[in-house]
């Protein structure tokens, strides 16, 4: 499990692997969290904007997804960068207030599922709801910036 993740904004792909030693930094718009594994959590919420439910698919499922493109790849020391996709971006720009509750509900059930008592202690509807507002920061801006995440 990875203990911090950072999903960002950046204006490309070079700019967004330039973060894989520090991380982001203050200069570029984030998002926080810990103690979740980013790449198993960017599937599971596009699985859920293409059919949005309560039940929990099995890991099986999950697994033949298509799984994010990295841009600064996973080394040893288990850092990496990835970007989310543009249609799991447009999905969270665009998705309602319901819609981010339904996930932030599915993604709860699938950690305390997976991680028990050692869950993570953000409150992940608010950091749902940052990453939806980063996305929609990122879809209206047509192109000029792009949805990373960073973490370690």
């Not at 950072?6 to 490309?12: G, I, N």
Request: negative net charge; charged residues 25%; aromatic residues 6%.
């Amino acid at each position: 499990m990875a203990a911090d993740i950072v999903f960002f904004l950046a204006p490309d792909d070079e700019t967004a692997a330039r973060t894989r030693l520090k991380g982001p930094g203050p200069a570029l718009t984030s998002v926080v969290c810990h103690d979740v594994t980013a790449d198993d959590a960017v599937v599971e919420w596009e699985m859920y904007m293409d059919a949005p439910s309560t039940r929990l698919p099995p890991q099986h499922e999950l697994n033949k997804r298509d799984w994010p493109r990295y841009v600064a790849p996973i080394l040893n020391d288990g850092v990496g960068v990835f970007v989310l996709s543009a249609r799991l971006t447009s999905a969270l720009a665009n998705a309602t207030p319901a819609l981010l509750e339904g996930l932030a509900a599915r993604w709860t059930a699938r950690l305390r599922l997976e991680d028990g008592d050692d869950m993570t202690d953000d409150d992940l509807p608010t950091v749902l709801k940052g990453i939806a507002e980063l996305a929609a920061a990122a879809d209206a801006s047509r192109g000029a910036l792009g949805l990373y995440c960073w973490h370690d």
